[in-house]
C-alpha cells in the first residue's frame, strides 16, 4: 500500500460482532472468563484492550514496524524505554531536545544510577567520543525541539550496532509521514502522539515502535507492569487522527515552507531556524532521510530583546500563545519559558535557545492569512 491508503487502512478491520467500519471504544476494564485461564485473548484492560490493540497495530504499520505499544502520554512511552536500563548503564541524547525529556532524564532516573551524556548528536565525530562500553541506549530527537537540528539517523545507527546499543529516535517533529526511522536502522521509534498522529489537539497520548520481538516483549512487560497506558476513547482519537495524517502534513509542509521564506525575508528577522532552506546545516541529511521539511520552525528578531520577543509572543491573533504542536491550528511558543523551562539556563543558552527564540507550529489554515497576522506583529 502507498503511503495515503496505509494510513487509512492501518490497524482498521470491521468489528466482528456488528460489522462497525470505525473501532469501538471499548470502555471496560475487565473480561468474562469462560474458565480460570480460559477467555478470548482480553484479561484485564491494563494488560489488553481491544481498542488499544488496534491503535497499537495501526502504530505499527504507519511506522514500517513489526510491534506498536501505546502509552499514556510522550513521556511515559521515554519512561518505558529509560526502563530497559540498569544502574550503571549510559545513555547518549542530543544537548538540544524536549525540554520534558531532559528533565525525565536528569531529574528522574538520574539518581538511579543511569548516567546521562548529552551531546552534539548532528556530528557523528562528537557522539563516537560520548560512547563508552557502558553505552547501551542513543537517544536522538530529529529534528530537534525548538531549534530544528538534523542527525543522520542511518549513521548513527550503524554506530549503534557497533557499539551493541539500542537505537531509540524520536519522530515527533517528522511524523511517519516525513520520517521512518525504523527503516534507516533504529531499534525503536517514540512519538508525543499528542502531536501530529492525534493532530487536533484533543489528546495526550504516546506510542512506541520496533521490529524486534524480544525487546517488544520487556517494552510490553514494563507497558503493563508500570501501568502507564491510555484509555480506549483516547485511542479511538488518535486512530481517527491518523486517518489524515498525510493530508494534514502536506498541507502543514506547505505552509510551513511559504511562511519560513516569508519570514528569512522579513527586515525585522534575524535567523529562521528550518531544515528546508539549502543553507541550513543539515539540509541534505534532511532531504536524505525526510520526504518534506514539517510545518515547525523557530525565529529570532533582529531587536533580539526578551521584551521584544514577549510583545511577538503575546500579540498574534491566529497564533494561539500555548504549549504543544502538531494540531491543525497554528500555534506560537516561547521555548524559554514554557517547553524547555525545565533545562537550567546556562545550559540552555549554550546550546543556542536563547531568551528571545520563538516557535512555532504552523497550523493547516490558509497560509494568506497566518501570514497577515504575523505581518502585523512583526
Ligand atoms: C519532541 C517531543 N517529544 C516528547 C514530548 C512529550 O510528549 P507528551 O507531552 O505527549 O508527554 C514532546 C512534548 O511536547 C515533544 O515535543
Not at 106 to 113: A, L, R, T
Not at 162 to 177: G, I, M, R
Not at 199 to 213: E, F, K, T
Not at 254 to 273: D, M, P, Q, T
Request: hydrophobic share 40%; net charge neutral.
Amino acid at each position: 500500500m502507498k503511503i495515503g491508503t496505509k494510513f487509512i487502512h492501518a490497524g482498521a478491520e470491521p468489528d466482528p460482532s456488528t460489522g462497525a467500519i470505525m473501532t469501538p471504544i471499548f470502555q471496560t476494564s475487565t473480561y468474562v472468563q469462560e474458565a480460570p485461564g480460559k477467555n478470548k485473548g482480553f484479561e484485564y484492560a491494563r494488560s489488553q484492550n481491544p481498542t488499544r490493540k488496534a491503535l497499537e497495530e495501526a502504530l505499527a504499520i504507519i511506522e514500517n514496524g513489526k510491534y506498536g505499544l501505546a502509552f499514556s502520554s510522550g513521556v511515559a512511552a521515554t519512561d518505558a524505554v529509560i526502563k530497559l536500563l540498569s544502574p550503571g548503564d549510559e545513555v547518549i541524547a542530543a544537548n538540544d531536545m524536549y525540554g520534558g525529556t531532559y528533565r525525565l532524564f536528569s531529574k528522574v532516573f538520574e539518581k538511579f544510577g543511569i548516567k546521562f551524556i548529552y551531546t552534539d548528536t548532528t556530528n557523528i565525530d562528537t557522539l563516537q567520543k560520548a560512547i563508552s562500553s557502558k553505552t547501551k541506549l542513543i537517544w536522538l530527537e530529529t529534528p530537534t525541539n525548538p531549534l530544528m537540528n538534523i542527525t543522520d539517523i542511518a549513521a548513527v545507527a550503524v554506530l549503534a550496532k557497533k557499539t551493541n546499543a539500542w537505537l531509540c529516535v524520536d519522530n515527533t517533529f517528522a511524523s511517519p509521514y516525513l520520517q521512518n526511522p525504523l527503516d534507516l536502522g533504529a531499534d525503536i521509534v517514540m512519538h508525543s502522539s499528542t502531536k501530529y498522529l492525534g493532530g487536533h489537539s484533543d489528546v495526550i497520548q504516546g506510542a512506541l515502535i520496533m521490529n524486534d520481538p524480544a525487546l517488544r516483549e520487556q517494552l510490553y512487560f514494563i507497558q503493563k507492569s508500570c501501568g502507564a497506558v491510555p484509555g480506549p476513547m483516547d485511542c479511538f482519537l488518535v486512530l481517527r487522527g491518523i486517518k489524515t495524517l498525510h493530508i494534514r502534513m502536506q498541507r502543514h509542509c506547505e505552509n510551513g515552507e511559504k511562511i519560513a521564506h516569508w519570514l528569512r525575508n522579513h527586515s525585522n528577522v534575524a535567523k529562521v531556524y528550518w531544515p528546508g532552506f539549502t543553507d541550513h546545516p543539515g539540509y541534505n541529511v534532511a532531504k536524505k532521510q525526510m520526504r518534506g521539511f514539517g510545518g515547525m520552525l523557530s525565529f529570532t528578531m533582529k531587536d533580539d530583546s526578551t521584551a521584544i520577543a514577549m510583545k511577538v509572543l503575546s500579540s498574534t491573533k491566529l497564533f494561539s500563545l500555548a504549549e504543544s504542536l502538531g494540531g491543525v491550528e497554528s500555534l506560537i511558543n516561547h521555548p524559554a519559558s514554557m517547553t524547555h523551562a525545565s533545562i537550567p539556563r546556562e545550559e540552555r543558552i549554550k546550546n543556542g535557545l536563547t531568551d528571545s527564540l520563538i516557535r512555532l507550529s504552523v497550523g493547516i489554515e490558509d497560509a494568506g492569512d497566518l501570514i497577515e497576522d504575523l505581518e502585523k506583529v512583526i
